[in-house]
């Protein structure tokens, strides 16, 4: 399918296939917010961090302002701020914050991504665009050859793991419950809610608990 992860990005960056989302990746650029005038990337976000770890951090999509305005996913945006500040917390992350590409944060053993690479309107892409952008993820997630776990945030990240399994023939018969693992094969599935500002302004997700959480998983990793 791709050479290696360098070629599908190359690939990635310049991919169409879901017209609404292609034209919605340019429209938010235009939007009157405190980015207004920025210029933006407006283009597929690809997956950032080691690609050779042991750790997978799945999200759903490229926020707006964040991945879609600076090209680095969970960069620049609310979720990004929580989300890198508890890894840096429990230490997965060289700082505390994610602001822009040249900014110099890198990811101890881990590499992220999401679902789709392309901001879908409102946060919800469709069952389309989601498996549009699935042999992305998948070639991701195939050349993870050190992959031991996977932190899945949010019910639609898991349901895309869970195609993942299905396609390489393994059931994965779990519901998605926040807050718990079990694993598959030789890898851990963790499950949390996504870190959104909705998600965190009504304390669904609280951040203590999550770094709690993301310490597990790096004692796991450390076994
Ligand atoms: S969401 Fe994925 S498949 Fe759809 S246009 Fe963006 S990169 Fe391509």
Same mark, same amino acid.
């Given at each position: 399918?791709?050479?290696?992860?360098?070629?599908?990005?190359?690939?990635?960056?310049?991919?169409?296939?879901?017209?609404?989302?292609?034209?919605?990746?340019?429209?938010?650029?235009?939007?009157?917010?405190?980015?207004? /005038?920025?210029?933006?990337? *407006?283009?597929?976000?690809?997956?950032?961090?080691?690609?050779? /770890?042991?750790?997978?951090?799945? &999200?759903?999509?490229?926020?707006?302002?964040? &991945?879609?305005? $600076?090209?680095?996913?969970?960069?620049?945006?609310? *979720?990004?701020?929580?989300?890198? *500040?508890?890894?840096?917390?429990?230490?997965?992350?060289?700082?505390?914050?994610?602001?822009?590409?040249?900014?110099?944060?890198?990811?101890?053993?881990?590499?992220?991504?999401?679902?789709?690479?392309?901001?879908?309107?409102?946060?919800?892409?469709?069952?389309?665009?989601?498996?549009?952008?699935?042999?992305?993820?998948?070639? =991701?997630?195939? !050349?993870?050859?050190?992959?031991?776990?996977?932190?899945?945030?949010?019910?639609?990240?898991?349901? !895309?793991?869970?195609?993942? %399994?299905?396609?390489? /023939?393994?059931?994965?018969?779990?519901?998605?419950? *926040? &807050?718990?693992?079990?694993?598959?094969?030789?890898?851990?599935?963790?499950?949390? %809610?996504?870190?959104?500002?909705?998600?965190?302004? $009504? &304390?669904?997700?609280?951040? =203590?608990?999550?770094?709690?959480?993301?310490?597990?998983?790096?004692? %796991?990793? !450390?076994?």
């Amino acid at each position: 399918m791709f050479r290696d992860l360098e070629e599908m990005n190359e690939i990635l960056i310049k991919c169409e296939k879901c017209p609404r989302l292609v034209k919605f990746r340019v429209e938010v650029a235009k939007r009157k917010n405190r980015f207004f /005038g920025e210029e933006y990337w *407006s283009k597929p976000v690809p997956g950032y961090g080691d690609h050779n /770890g042991n750790l997978l951090i799945l &999200g759903l999509a490229p926020a707006a302002t964040g &991945g879609n305005r $600076t090209g680095r996913i969970f960069t620049g945006d609310k *979720s990004a701020e929580f989300l890198v *500040s508890c890894l840096y917390e429990a230490g997965f992350t060289n700082k505390s914050t994610s602001l822009r590409k040249d900014d110099g944060l890198f990811y101890y053993n881990t590499y992220v991504t999401a679902v789709v690479k392309c901001v879908p309107p409102n946060d919800k892409p469709t069952r389309e665009e989601i498996e549009n952008c699935f042999p992305y993820l998948e070639f =991701e997630i195939d !050349s993870m050859k050190n992959l031991r776990a996977v932190l899945v945030l949010g019910r639609i990240a898991f349901q !895309s793991l869970k195609m993942y %399994y299905r396609k390489k /023939g393994v059931a994965m018969e779990r519901d998605f419950v *926040s &807050g718990e693992f079990f694993n598959i094969n030789n890898v851990r599935i963790y499950m949390h %809610y996504h870190p959104s500002p909705r998600n965190v302004n $009504t &304390g669904r997700v609280n951040k =203590e608990e999550f770094v709690n959480f993301l310490k597990k998983i790096r004692e %796991y990793l !450390s076994e």
